[in-house]
């Protein structure tokens, strides 16, 4: 919202109309308000739903029970009780796709003996 707006209003005067001035003199400008008020919205539900990063974060139920699938997590992990590292879990989650050959008697094998 700094950038479109004057100097003068504390912006940066960066985004320039036809006539070479800021798009925005003012912060009053209608349509000013109106992206403001978007924006506003917009952060204020983020801030509802939690990001990743954020204390209080819960990834929706399908996330746990894809990770309890793929073996990532135990399969009596519970959810309501239990807290986990979503960072720490990613990272097991797109490690589990590493390729880690299987060596024996000194040959690698294409897959991991029965």
Same mark, same amino acid.
Request: aromatic fraction near 16%; charge should be positive; proline fraction near 6%.
């Given at each position: 919202?700094?950038?479109?707006?004057?100097? !003068?209003?504390?912006?940066?005067?960066?985004?320039?109309?036809? !006539?070479?001035?800021?798009?925005?003199?003012?912060?009053?400008?209608?349509?000013?308000?109106? +992206?403001?008020?978007? +924006?506003?919205?917009?952060?204020?539900?983020?801030?509802?739903?939690?990001?990743?990063?954020?204390?209080?974060?819960?990834? +929706?139920?399908?996330?746990?029970?894809?990770?309890?699938?793929?073996?990532?997590?135990? !399969?009596?992990?519970?959810?309501?009780?239990?807290? +986990?590292?979503?960072?720490?879990?990613?990272?097991?989650?797109?490690?589990?796709?590493?390729?880690?050959?299987?060596?024996?008697?000194?040959?690698?094998?294409?897959?991991?003996? !029965?």
């Amino acid at each position: 919202m700094l950038a479109p707006l004057s100097k !003068e209003k504390g912006g940066y005067g960066f985004c320039k109309n036809k !006539e070479g001035k800021p798009v925005f003199s003012t912060t009053d400008d209608k349509a000013y308000q109106s +992206i403001f008020s978007s +924006i506003m919205s917009s952060s204020g539900e983020l801030n509802r739903m939690k990001r990743f990063d954020m204390p209080g974060y819960r990834p +929706i139920l399908t996330y746990f029970q894809l990770m309890k699938e793929y073996g990532l997590l135990p !399969e009596k992990f519970d959810l309501n009780k239990e807290t +986990i590292d979503y960072y720490q879990m990613d990272e097991k989650y797109w490690r589990s796709f590493w390729y880690q050959p299987v060596i024996a008697k000194g040959k690698v094998l294409s897959k991991t003996p !029965e």
